[in-house]
Every structure is written in structure tokens, then in C-alpha cells.
């Protein structure tokens, strides 16, 4: 009987011993879990931070090729009437020859 008695003293010691760990795994998975569950949110902010910045540099590439390609169209404006200004003025000055030669 003592024997009995000695291995279910053992028994209920080692089941205390496992409920114990038990609540102490549970808490400390559970802190975890909270944990993780907080890092993520983290990063889920982070990642639509990122993306909202990837539109705005989207938007400004857009702009900068929008403005890019109106200043080389004026640019080419600018040399298209710099050469017509240039031809008037050469008209401009044969007529004055011929306005003279004729005076």
C-alpha cells in the first residue's frame, strides 16, 4: 500500500507540475501572440505608408514628364520663331533696301 500511496503522491505532484507549465506556457503564447499581433499591425501601417508613397512618386514621375515634355515643346517654339523672327527681319530689311533705291 505504501508503494500505491508513494507513486500516486508521484502521479499528482507530476500533474500539478505539467497544470502548472501549462498555465505558464499558455500566458507566455498568449503574450506572444499579442506581441506578434502587434508587430503586424506595425508593419501593415508601414506597407500602406510605402504604397501611399509610391502613388505620390508615381504622380510626381507623371507630373515631371507632363512638364518635361511642354518645356521642350516650347523650346522648340522658341527656336521656330526665333528663325521666323529672323526671316521677317530680313524681309523687313530687303524692303527697306528697295524702299531706298527707289527714293
Known amino acids: 500500500h ?3 500511496q508513494r507513486h500516486r503522491n508521484y502521479l499528482e505532484r507530476t500533474i500539478q507540475g505539467l497544470e502548472y507549465k ?3 506556457d499558455a500566458a507566455m503564447y498568449k503574450k506572444d501572440g499579442t506581441r506578434i499581433m502587434q508587430e503586424n ?3 501593415i501601417k508601414e506597407i500602406n505608408e ?3 508613397e509610391i ?11 507632363t512638364a518635361t515634355a511642354l518645356a521642350n ?3 522648340r517654339q522658341i527656336r521656330e520663331n526665333q528663325s521666323e523672327i529672323h526671316e521677317l527681319s530680313k524681309m523687313k530689311q530687303r524692303l527697306q533696301d528697295l524702299q531706298n533705291e527707289k527714293e
Open 2 to 4: 505504501d508503494e500505491f
Open 41 to 43: 499591425v506595425a508593419l
Open 55 to 65: 502613388d505620390v512618386a508615381k504622380t510626381l514621375k507623371s507630373k515631371n514628364r
Open 50 to 52: 510605402l504604397r501611399r
Open 73 to 75: 515643346n516650347l523650346k
Open 22 to 24: 501549462l498555465v505558464k
